[in-house]
């Protein structure tokens, strides 16, 4: 990856955020910063999730019925015979603690909305950590603004 310049309060914020909610969405004009933002962040997190951070690339992606398998591709979640596929990835992701960031969902909207909400629905939430120490104060700083319902461009969801 390149050098990641400013954009610290960002960082800030949007750790914050993924430490209380299950699902964020990160929006703004085209190459305003969210993909580089949300690789950033991942990085920065991946000792918090046990089961590490997974990227599904959306963006060569037409076909909205593709979206499943793209996401299964991404965490290495193989389809079962007999199955769908949406199935055996939830089934998968259960018992995994991971951060997932689907990456260019726009074109795709219902189909990602479709399987975040499976995965938010039917994965247990889990312990998230403590928040960050503040100068001058106790526990973090929140933060206004939180979840989106479809998920946009790109979309990280904790399972
Ligand atoms: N904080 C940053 N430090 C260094 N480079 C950055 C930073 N933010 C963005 N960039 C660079 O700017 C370019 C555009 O950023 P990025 O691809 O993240 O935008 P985007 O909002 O995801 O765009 P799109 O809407 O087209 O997906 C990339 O080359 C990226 O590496
Ligand atoms: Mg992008």
């Keep these: 990856m390149t050098t990641f310049i400013g954009r ?28 580089r933002l949300a690789l950033q962040v991942a990085a920065a997190l991946q000792h918090r999730y046990p089961q590490g951070v997974w990227l599904a690339e959306l963006a060569p992606l037409a076909d909205p019925a593709g979206v499943p398998s793209a996401v299964a591709a991404a965490v290495a979640v193989r389809e079962e ?11 998968a992701l259960r018992s995994r603690h991971l951060l997932l960031v689907l990456d260019n969902c726009e074109h795709l909207l219902d189909a990602s909305a479709m399987l975040v909400e499976a995965l938010l629905r039917n994965c247990p939430r889990r312990r998230s950590w403590p928040p960050a120490a503040r100068p001058g104060g106790r526990g973090g700083k929140r933060v206004a603004g939180a ?4 998920a946009q461009c790109p979309a990280a969801a904790a399972a």
């Design 8 to 35: 610290e309060q960002a960082l800030v914020d949007v750790t914050e955020l993924l430490r209380t909610s299950r699902l964020l969405t990160l929006t703004g004009t085209g190459g305003v910063g969210k993909t």
């Design 147 to 150: 979840l989106a319902g479809a």
């Design 81 to 91: 015979a007999g199955q769908p596929l949406l199935t055996t990835l939830v089934a």
